[in-house]
């Protein structure tokens, strides 16, 4: 593992090289289509501008390349005015993967001032009546939409509230994490991608999806989101209710029958062509670096079958099948993630969060594991 590491990190600073002149000032990268040869970009506001430089940070960390670091700030000085961003419920997304990161290896005030102004434009979306944040505006589907990937913008206010913010950020995050718990999930644990409520008085209007199978699925990425959420909030709360919720989703991913053995997920768990369907290494990207963490919390034998889990769900993605060669795939790392399917968006393509939770789950590997 510690040879797969070193590969890996040595070829996403290549890639990523590639990455950074395919990039504009002011865009970021959003997907590249190999049959076409077409690269795609986005403005900061899109939901996946803080994992550009949230990826060039971590390979920063590991290479101690100094060219690496001055694209990460040139990138995060574009990224900074979406501190006031208000939008949707992406800023932890944008402004923790990307400023969080920055912080912990570099303590500029500066960057704390933008992660701070950031959980204050989060909270903007809460609802009290229902204790949930808002994930998207009304609409005509949607009454007040909350999505499971809302867990993870949580560690935002989780950490400001733990690093001098106010305290008011900790019970709007717990609030959310508790109705998502009641509402959010099946029997046998698995999640819903949308629950739609009422924001005046917290009641369930329904519940469906908007990027998976159908609304009873298991949406693939979004059980990579409930686990790794509710782990995160057990780091930071320490309540044994959101270590054991997060141990039985994991059973649950774990434990499907489609799950397949090389570890990668199918785009959801419940789609109708499973085998002859697309996988999504976004997913088991997720899914691997949340199992690290778990492992952290676990019992010595769970520790081990988790680790074990996520160490094939890495051996897999570093594959030539999962990553790509030097100098292709528009500068990404790995290949293979399926955005949104029956939205016809980003299907059999490298993703930006990809290649971010993969490198967070290769530097966990390193730094709890060897």
């Known amino acids: 593992?510690?040879?797969?590491?070193?590969?890996?990190?040595?070829?996403?600073?290549?890639q990523y090289r590639i990455l950074a002149s395919n990039t504009p000032i002011g865009r970021m990268?959003?997907?590249?289509?190999?049959?076409s040869n077409k690269f795609e970009t986005s403005d900061t506001k899109w939901w996946c501008s803080g994992f550009y430089p949230g990826s060039l940070l971590y390979i920063y960390e590991y290479t101690k390349d100094e060219t690496t670091l001055k694209e990460a700030e040139l990138r995060l000085a574009s990224l900074a005015k979406e501190k006031h961003y208000t939008g949707n419920h992406d800023l932890g997304f944008m402004m923790y993967c990307s400023f969080g990161n920055a912080y912990r290896l570099n303590k500029k005030p500066e960057y704390k001032t933008t992660i701070d102004t950031a959980a204050a434009s989060l909270t903007t979306r809460y609802r009290p009546d229902a204790k949930v944040i808002q994930s998207w505006n009304s609409s005509k589907k949607w009454k007040g939409p909350v999505i499971i990937d809302n867990l993870m913008n949580l560690e935002l206010l989780l950490w400001?509230?733990?690093?001098?913010?106010?305290?008011?950020?900790?019970?709007?995050?717990?609030?959310?994490?508790?109705?998502?718990?009641?509402?959010?999930?099946?029997?046998?644990?698995?999640?819903?991608?949308?629950v739609?409520?009422?924001?005046?008085?917290?009641?369930?209007?329904?519940?469906?999806?908007?990027?998976?199978?159908?609304?009873?699925?298991?949406?693939s990425r979004g059980q990579g989101w409930a686990?790794?959420?509710?782990?995160?909030?057990?780091?930071?709360?320490?309540?044994?209710?959101?270590?054991?919720?997060?141990?039985?989703?994991?059973?649950?991913?774990?434990?499907?029958?489609?799950?397949?053995?090389?570890?990668i997920p199918y785009w959801d768990f419940n789609a109708k062509d499973i085998p002859n369907t697309y996988r999504d290494a976004s997913a088991a990207a997720i899914i691997?670096?949340?199992l690290l963490e778990l492992g952290q919390y676990s019992s010595s034998k769970d520790k081990k079958y988790y680790t074990d889990q996520a160490r094939e769900m890495l051996v897999s993605l570093s594959s030539k099948e999962y990553t790509a060669e030097e100098g292709s795939n528009g500068g990404f790392l790995l290949k293979h993630s399926t955005g949104a399917l029956p939205l016809k968006s980003e299907i059999d393509v490298p993703l930006t969060y990809a290649d971010y939770y993969y490198l967070e789950a290769l530097m966990r590997y390193k730094n709890w594991y060897l």
């Open 160 to 194: 400001v509230a733990q690093n001098g913010g106010d305290q008011k950020y900790k019970e709007v995050a717990l609030n959310h994490a508790d109705a998502t718990l009641a509402n959010h999930f099946r029997p046998d644990f698995s999640s819903y991608h949308v």
């Open 288 to 290: 691997a670096s949340a």
């Open 1 to 14: 593992m510690r040879q797969l590491i070193d590969r890996q990190y040595k070829l996403a600073e290549k």
């Open 29 to 35: 990268p959003k997907t590249f289509y190999a049959k």
């Open 227 to 263: 686990l790794y959420g509710y782990t995160m909030m057990y780091r930071f709360t320490k309540d044994k209710k959101y270590l054991g919720f997060a141990q039985n989703i994991a059973s649950y991913i774990l434990n499907s029958p489609t799950l397949p053995k090389d570890k």
């Open 196 to 219: 739609d409520y009422d924001m005046t008085n917290g009641e369930v209007v329904r519940k469906g999806t908007a990027q998976g199978a159908s609304d009873d699925s298991a949406w």
